[in-house]
């Protein structure tokens, strides 16, 4: 989905007008939701690392969010870098940190769609906790939004673990 798109619909959540909030301030709090996201569906990578010794290590990519696993054991040795068990190195599977939204309305959310429904709403719940300033009212909107964000993203994550059992159980590889 575009940032256009996604504007539209935080408009439509919080029933503001085009130019309440500044599209930079939008896609900041959208940024955050995506970082969130890509925590469990991001993108993901593999990266290649042979011929150092365990000693020295290899540094993370610089795209790594989080390490998922890897073809052979590994550890992070005490300078904080990746070294295998085997001593001649192994493949690391990781995620990638999400592209960031600008607020340009051509900017385009590379999660799976089907989470990019839970920006607009992270967005609004930040709104709505930015505008109360102490009114309890408003300051109950945000924290309804913020449910609503956390629920949609308790039901990715299950959606996401049975697909993965599905697929394991079909032995089903990409």
């Avoid at 709505?128 to 990715?156: F, I, P, R």
Wanted: glycine content about 10%.
């Amino acid at each position: 989905m575009q940032f256009s798109e996604l504007k539209s619909i935080f408009l439509s959540h919080t029933g503001l007008n085009d130019g309440d909030v500044q599209d930079s301030t939008l896609a900041a709090w959208m940024n955050e939701a995506q970082l969130d996201l890509s925590y469990i569906c991001g993108e993901q990578a593999v990266q290649n690392y042979a011929g150092m010794s365990p000693a020295e290590g290899w540094p993370l990519p610089e795209d790594c969010l989080t390490v998922t696993g890897g073809d052979e054991d590994f550890y992070f040795n005490n300078l904080g870098r990746i070294a295998f068990t085997n001593g001649s190195g192994g493949n690391i599977f990781y995620r990638k940190y999400p592209i960031r939204l600008t607020g340009s309305l051509t900017d385009e959310c590379l999660l799976p769609e089907a989470v990019q429904y839970l920006l607009p709403i992270f967005a609004a719940a930040r709104y709505w906790d930015m505008e109360s300033e102490g009114d309890v009212e408003e300051s109950q909107l945000g924290t309804k939004w913020m449910n609503y964000y956390q629920m949609g993203k308790a039901t990715a994550i299950r959606n996401l673990s049975q697909a993965g059992s599905q697929l394991q159980k079909w032995h089903i590889e990409e």
